[in-house]
C-alpha cells in the first residue's frame, strides 16, 4: 500500500522559511516523478513543484526562485523548500506521486 505523509507545515510570517517534507512507503521515489501542488480557498489545486525522474525539476512561474524541490534517495523523501514566503503562499500542500496524494499539511504566511 502506498503511502506518502508530508510534514513540515504551521505558520510563518511574510519572508519567512519552511520545508515541507513528503516521506512516501510502499513506492520507492527516486524512479518516480514526484509533484507538490496547493489549494487556497475557493481555488483550484495547483502544481507548484515537480522533480522527475530523471531529477529535471520545474516550478510554478509564482513561486521560481524561491522554492526548490530535492529529493533524499535514502530517506525516500521529497522536500520542499519554501523562501522568502508571501500571504499568497498560504494553501493547503499535497505531495504526489503517480495517482497518491499525501493527506495534505496546512501552510500559513501571516503577520
Known amino acids: 500500500q502506498v503511502q506518502l505523509v508530508e510534514s513540515g507545515g504551521g505558520l510563518v510570517q511574510p519572508g519567512g522559511s519552511l520545508r515541507l517534507s513528503c516521506a512516501a512507503s510502499g513506492i520507492i521515489f527516486y524512479i518516480n516523478a514526484v509533484g507538490w501542488y496547493r489549494q487556497a480557498p475557493g481555488k483550484q489545486r495547483e502544481l507548484v513543484a515537480s522533480?522527475?525522474?530523471?531529477?529535471?525539476?520545474n516550478y510554478a512561474e509564482s513561486v521560481e526562485g524561491r522554492f526548490t524541490v530535492s529529493r533524499d534517495v535514502a530517506k525516500n523523501t521529497v522536500y520542499l523548500q519554501m523562501n522568502s514566503l508571501k500571504p499568497g503562499d498560504t494553501a493547503v500542500y499535497y505531495c504526489?506521486?503517480?495517482?497518491?496524494w499525501g493527506q495534505g499539511i496546512q501552510v500559513t504566511v501571516s503577520s
Open positions: 522533480i522527475s525522474r530523471g531529477d529535471s525539476l
Open positions: 504526489n506521486c503517480r495517482d497518491c
